[in-house]
T-cell receptor, first 112, second 117 residues
Framework: AQSVTQLGSHVSVSEGALVLLRCNYSSSVPPYLFWYVQYPNQGLQLLLK??????LVKGINGFEAEFKKSETSFHLTKPSAHMSDAAEYFC??????????FGQGTTLQVKP | ETGVTQTPRHLVMGMTNKKSLKCEQH?????MYWYKQSAKKPLELMFVYNFKEQTENNSVPSRFSPECPNSSHLFLHLHTLQPEDSALYLC????????????????FGPGTRLTVL
């Protein structure tokens, strides 16, 4: 069975600083992995997804994530945080039936 | 309208009321989903419809009753809910073949914030 663990329910960074949101997965088959973002009072929006092509995946809004099989990780990064990046971020793994299994979410706070 | 829309955006109901949530997707997708998002818990998949047929019911109590009249519309009928059912209910859609694909991207609506008194 697949599962996802997001390390840190809250992350706080200063504007302009590196953003690093951690995600570790468990999967008995090659995983398909996703990062979604949820802004206040909105639904989830896809940031990026890994589907076994390149291990470094670039997404929207300057975010990227690297798939590391040896570490079973799919951490999300952005070189320089903007105030508009403040939101909740969800990592998810897809089951072999297409069902998405989400992590608990990480709230990103960006301080001026 | 574009993407996935949900109505109403906010709903307050008593435990004896009957209400319905509506979801509409304008993306030409053939799969639709209901999720429940509670505070401090991961998103919980409730139901999946593929080509109007229910393909997954994630042990959801019978007080939640989904309906999918066509590939563009999805309803969630609510009756005799409990206060612990208060949550954000999210609808999503994706383009799936009849052979489910793990790489499908799900597109989410803004959700209905439900409060049960």
């Amino acid at each position: 069975a697949q599962s996802v663990t997001q390390l840190g329910s809250h992350v706080s960074v200063s504007e302009g600083a590196l953003v690093l949101l951690r995600c570790n997965y468990s999967s008995s088959v090659p995983p398909y992995l996703f990062w979604y973002v949820q802004y206040p009072n909105q639904g989830l929006q896809l940031l990026l997804k890994y589907t076994s092509a390149a291990t470094l995946v670039k997404g929207i809004n300057g975010f990227e994530a690297e798939f590391k099989k040896s570490e079973t990780s799919f951490h999300l990064t952005k070189p320089s945080a903007h105030m508009s990046d403040a939101a909740e971020y969800f990592c998810a793994v897809a089951s072999n039936t297409g069902k998405l299994i989400f992590g608990q979410g990480t709230t990103l706070q960006v301080k001026p | 309208e574009t993407g996935v829309t949900q109505t109403p955006r906010h709903l307050v109901m008593g435990m004896t009321n009957k209400k319905s949530l509506k979801c509409e997707q304008h993306l030409g997708h053939n799969a639709m989903y209901w999720y429940k998002q509670s505070a401090k818990k991961p998103l919980e998949l409730m139901f999946v419809y593929n080509f109007k047929e229910q393909t997954e019911n994630n042990s959801v109590p019978s007080r939640f009753s989904p309906e999918c009249p066509n590939s563009s519309h999805l309803f969630l009928h609510l009756h005799t809910l409990q206060p612990e059912d208060s949550a954000l209910y999210l609808c999503a859609s994706s383009q799936r073949s009849r052979l489910a694909s793990s790489t499908d991207t799900q597109y989410f609506g803004p959700g209905t914030r439900l409060t049960v008194l």
